[in-house]
């Protein structure tokens, strides 16, 4: 797997140039242009994680695979242009409006996890000193600095925060919202806590902020990340028509279904995503039996024991 950093702009003139087939075992199951398989990653590692079992299995079946780091909006814009192939990261109901937007440009294939926490948090310490709810957000407000971090420009879940901050509900009026990537904010929280300072952020499960901190997700946020701490589900999506022109690519991830414990471990690795999902796939190789029933090689092979020859699980 290859993975770039691109924005809207020089994508398409990039292309995507198909590889020839040489086997001598007959025709590919699918289309020459089919063999090349694009994905969109907003730099989430709990999205690296998933783009890194699917590229992993693509790549066993004879399949090449770029993942293109693209921000939600430019993702989606790519999916309409036919660009990007699939999508493994729609957060619901976060990114509703992108899905009203595009509806008539994409495919759902599947939600792909469930019981996904997103909200804001805090540091156990400050939920302890009486932060629980984003009612006593402004009790504190000199403590907090009046700041709410957020994750990259134009995420869906920053403007939820910022109608919230311009509406001035739990009296968070002259609060400010900062924007950065997830690791940028990441890094403020571990720089905060070092000091026992009050830090407010969003977060979210899965992901090893769940363990590297001892955070509490805080109640009172249904209207604007839903109920259960914003609980969510993942679903992956395809530019339109893009499963019936790859049936083979689609049936993958039609099947690829994760779980919380899964991507926790993944993501909690020091490996890079790709290796950290190779490696977890040949601990757990069972998992395989249900992801490849009835997918097959580019080659048209049944996928499940080219699979675990090219891991080394044969």
Partial sequence: MTVFPFNQKGLKALGVTSLLLSSSLGLAAEPEQCQKVTFSDPGWTDIGATNGIATTLLNAMGYDTQVYLLSVPVGFESLKNGEIDAFMGNWMPAQSAFIDKYKDNIEIVRTNLEGVKFTLAVPTYVFDAGVKDFSDLQKFSKDFRQRIYGIDAGAPANQKLQD?????????????????????????????????????????????????????????????????????????????????????????????????????????????????????????????????????????EPALSVVKGQLGLM
């Avoid at 090893?208 to 589900?233: H, I, S």
């Avoid at 679903?235 to 926790?264: A, H, I, Q």
């Fill in 164 to 300: 919230m901050i311009d509406s001035n509900d739990f009296g968070l009026k002259e609060w400010n919202l900062v924007e950065s990537g997830e690791q940028a904010m990441l890094s403020q929280v571990s720089r905060t806590v070092k000091r026992d300072n009050f830090i407010v952020f969003l977060a979210w499960e899965p992901h090893p902020m769940n363990v590297n901190f001892d955070l509490k997700y805080l109640t009172g946020g249904d209207e604007y990340f839903g109920p259960n701490y914003g609980g969510a589900t993942i679903r992956t999506l395809t530019r339109k028509d893009y499963t019936n022109e790859c049936p083979n690519v689609g049936k993958l991830l039609s099947n690829l279904k994760f779980s919380l414990t899964m991507e926790n471990e993944i993501i909690g690795s020091s490996e890079k995503p790709e290796q950290a999902a190779e490696n977890w796939i040949k601990a757990h190789p069972g998992v395989l039996d249900n992801w490849l029933q009835g997918v097959t090689t580019y080659n048209g």
